[in-house]
């Protein structure tokens, strides 16, 4: 192998400085991050990917990128408080400093999602990866159909990136709707209550000029697949972010194993019609 293969291979495992910009408290447990890598280079990450956060003494943990590529200088990650190191993350301020690898995973097939309407569905934390790809087609409009963006969470106090919601709801050719499964804790919510798969149902879509994405807990993927299903899409237009149990993100652990496949490198990114036949992926 030439020598820049492998220095270039060997760059993946040294972590990078990166500067926190700002932050921004989303709900009591979640914060938006935003960083530069403090060489002034762009991180060349793709919608879906993810990278490894590191802070020294607390060791690391991958992250979903919250942010696209075509808004540089910066790239965002969404950090629930969880664990000694998000913790220690959820402490950092505007300045602090942090380690960063990557970007790791296959991404969204944003080739064949050129010129479909997007369905893109998330729910709880999924919508910090989806943000994403949200950005990413608000940016390019251009390059695709109508984007219809359906979110749910447990409570109104659970809702993640308020703003963004109500502003991706003003933008031409897209459509968002989100839902909570109990407004109890907020008397001031006037939203929809109830499953995510209620705001499937109503939707009207061409099945054969659609791309649908789901993000978000394990729980939520089996009743919103059967959904889509119903509205005509086959396994093959259907894509889902499986990002379990991932610890390395270079595929030495095998935490992140279903079967064959290891989460941090053949995905977090998968076409249905790959994994809906493997034990433990759904």
Request: proline fraction near 6%; include cysteine.
């Amino acid at each position: 192998m030439p020598r820049a293969d492998s220095c270039q291979s060997r760059s993946l495992y040294i972590p990078r400085d990166a500067t926190i910009l700002s932050v921004t408290e989303l709900t009591s447990r979640e914060k938006l991050f935003r960083l530069r890598l403090s060489d002034g280079s762009e991180l060349k990450h793709l919608p879906g990917q993810f990278i490894q956060l590191s802070i020294l003494g607390y060791g690391e943990a991958p992250i979903s990128v919250a942010s696209p590529p075509t808004r540089q200088g910066y790239f965002e990650l969404g950090i629930r408080r969880v664990g000694s190191l998000t913790t220690a993350m959820h402490a950092l301020k505007r300045g602090d400093k942090v380690g960063i690898r990557g970007p790791y995973g296959t991404p969204f097939d944003l080739g064949s999602m050129g010129g479909k309407d997007l369905l893109l569905i998330s729910g709880g934390c999924g919508l910090a990866p989806m943000r994403s790809l949200i950005q990413y087609a608000a940016d390019r409009k251009s390059e695709f159909g109508r984007v219809t963006i359906l979110y749910g969470a447990r409570s109104p106090d659970q809702l993640l990136f308020r703003e963004d919601l109500d502003k991706w709801e003003t933008i031409s050719g897209f459509a968002c709707s989100y839902t909570v499964d109990s407004r109890e804790g907020d008397g001031c919510y006037s939203g929809s209550t109830g499953l995510i798969t209620d705001l499937i149902r109503p939707i009207e879509l061409s099945p054969a000029e659609t791309e649908a994405v789901i993000v978000g807990p394990p729980a939520m993927y089996t009743p919103v697949i059967a959904a889509l299903k119903e509205k005509g899409l086959s396994s093959q237009q259907i894509s889902l972010s499986l990002e379990r149990q991932m610890r390395c993100g270079v595929g030495k652990c095998g935490h992140c194993s279903i079967e064959h496949l290891y989460c941090c490198q053949d995905g977090p990114v998968f076409r249905l019609n790959v994994i809906e036949h493997l034990h433990g992926a759904l």
